[in-house]
């Protein structure tokens, strides 16, 4: 049965940096897109980065474009967003979701989407 679980949140200042994981069970990491979604209270939940199953692509919302970086290491079934130079507005409850539209310039779930339970991210001075 497919699993994400989400790792790495913590509480860092602004300017910081941060590794969330997704950790995939259940199936190849071979055979998944994965994206990273983030929701701030009273907020919508917004698409952060994807990347396809070969790597070959990778999506970026533009409030966080050169400061975060996606990647993905099969053989661990492991997708990484390395999170730099964070800002407060950055903070919120991170997802990692399988089966999700990944192709420019969309970063979007969809009704066969998978879900983890997110990780908290807190920018704060």
């Known amino acids: 049965q497919l699993q994400l679980v989400e790792s790495g949140g913590d509480l860092v200042q602004p300017g910081g940096s941060l590794r969330l994981s997704c950790a995939v069970s259940?199936?190849?990491?071979?055979?998944?897109?994965v994206g990273w979604f983030r929701q701030a209270p009273g907020k919508e939940r917004e698409g952060v980065s994807c990347i396809t199953t070969t790597g070959s692509a990778t999506n970026y919302a533009d409030s966080v474009k050169g400061r975060f970086t996606i990647a993905r290491d099969n053989a661990k079934n492991t997708v990484y967003l390395q999170m730099n130079n964070l800002k407060p507005e950055d903070t919120g409850l991170y997802y990692c979701?399988?089966?999700?539209?990944?192709?420019?310039?969309?970063?979007?779930?969809?009704?066969?989407?998978?879900w983890g339970q997110g990780t908290q991210v807190t920018v704060s001075s």
């Open positions: 259940g199936i190849s990491l071979n055979y998944l897109n």
């Open positions: 979701a399988a089966y999700v539209v990944c192709l420019s310039p969309n970063i979007k779930s969809t009704a066969a989407s998978s």
